[in-house]
């Protein structure tokens, strides 16, 4: 079945710092890739999103690159902002060939992040 | 609303009683799923609602667990004779369709159960 599988937190850098969190998967079809963020005390929000290998999804400063070689997805920063200690959800939605999806999301088991200032 | 609304927001219950968690989705949207999430734990699946298509149950942990949707809109997350175990923020999240086809799905706020 889909698996989802994130680098062991938490993590903690300084302002300023290089941020990588690891995610890889396993899926069966083609596979849609996530990050979500969780801020304390809010609900998860989207963060971004890729749908085919090589695409490269971004915001707010993140980016992702979808790897279908290496089964991997991982969320990178070139310099974080204490407004970024959160916790960091990587998820799949398994497709089949025709790019219909399977419908459920599958989530990998988060990772803490705490910028200190 | 503008957003996903689930209620109660917290809820504490004594074990063996039973509970209901009802969740709002973004009006027009098809898909509708529950999730759960321990203390140091990831989410958890729990079901997911497309439409009038059946819904996927694979991830209800035992058969103290069910929801319904009614009419495409709704849902109620219902847990029977509550076990301490059952303990977490139970989430909702819904998407205009599938979520892997339109790029992701929008979450709730949550409800904390605690089983005393």
């Known amino acids: 079945g889909d698996s989802v599988t994130q680098m062991e937190g938490p993590v903690t850098l300084s302002e300023e710092a290089f941020l990588t969190i690891n995610c890889t998967y396993t899926a069966t079809g083609y596979p849609s890739l996530f990050w979500y963020v969780q801020y304390p005390g809010e609900g998860l929000q989207l963060l971004l999103k890729?749908?085919?290998?090589?695409d490269k999804g971004s915001n707010k400063g993140f980016e992702a690159t979808y790897r279908k070689e290496t089964t991997s997805f991982h969320l990178e920063k070139g310099s974080v902002q204490v407004s970024d200690s959160a916790v960091y959800f990587c998820a799949l939605s398994d497709r089949n060939a025709g790019g219909t999806s399977y419908g459920k999301l599958t989530f990998g088991q988060g990772t803490i992040l705490t910028v200190h200032p | 609303g503008a957003g996903v609304s689930q209620s109660p927001s917290n809820k504490v219950t004594e074990k063996g009683k039973d509970v209901e968690l009802r969740c709002d989705p973004i009006?027009?949207?098809?898909?509708l799923y529950w999730y759960r999430q321990s203390l140091g734990q990831g989410l958890e699946f729990l079901i997911y609602?497309?439409?009038?298509?059946?819904?996927?149950k694979s991830g209800l942990p035992s058969d103290r667990f069910s929801a319904e949707r009614t009419g495409g809109s709704v849902s109620t997350l219902t847990i029977q004779r509550t076990q301490q175990e059952d303990s977490a923020v139970y989430l909702c999240a819904s998407s205009l369709t599938r979520a892997g086809s339109v790029g992701g799905a929008f979450f709730g706020q949550g409800t904390r159960l605690t089983v005393v």
């Open positions: 890729a749908t085919k290998a090589d």
């Open positions: 609602f497309q439409g009038n298509s059946a819904p996927d």
């Open positions: 009006s027009g949207h098809t898909a």
